[in-house]
């Protein structure tokens, strides 16, 4: 069962403020402790591979860094991935969400070989 998403939810994720090991999720994209933690308990593996598809058609060589930013509307959620100076790289619309949080930004950096996923905090 997942927990729900408190405060007290909100404030764990900001302990994270570095990762001591990466998750696989895709042969070139990992997740942090924290976006592995965020995936467990909200439930939003979901989220996870739907950046990661995005990511795959993203040249790491121009844009090694990217913002997702996630803003739910009713029960649906508008995706947009920047380049971290507000440059629109890709939109989607989710019809249905169950996240919780009305708002969420996170991040994916290229490491030479792959694409990590991390909170905020752990950049």
């Known amino acids: 069962m997942q927990e729900s998403l408190t405060a007290d939810f909100l404030s764990a994720l900001s302990y994270f403020t570095g990762t001591e090991k990466y998750y696989r999720l895709y042969p070139k994209v990992v997740l942090t402790d924290g976006a592995k933690y965020l995936a467990d308990t909200a439930g939003c593996y979901w989220l996870m591979d739907l950046y990661a598809s995005h990511l795959s058609a993203i040249d790491p060589s121009i844009e090694s860094f990217t913002c997702l930013k996630l803003t ?23 019809e249905y969400t169950d996240f919780s949080l ?17 909170l905020t905090s752990e950049y």
């Open 72 to 94: 739910k509307n009713g029960i649906g959620a508008a995706i947009v991935i920047e380049d971290g100076n507000s440059h629109t790289l890709a939109k989607q619309f989710v």
């Open 102 to 118: 009305s708002s969420f930004i996170f991040y994916a950096v290229w490491a030479g070989d792959f694409w990590v996923l991390m």
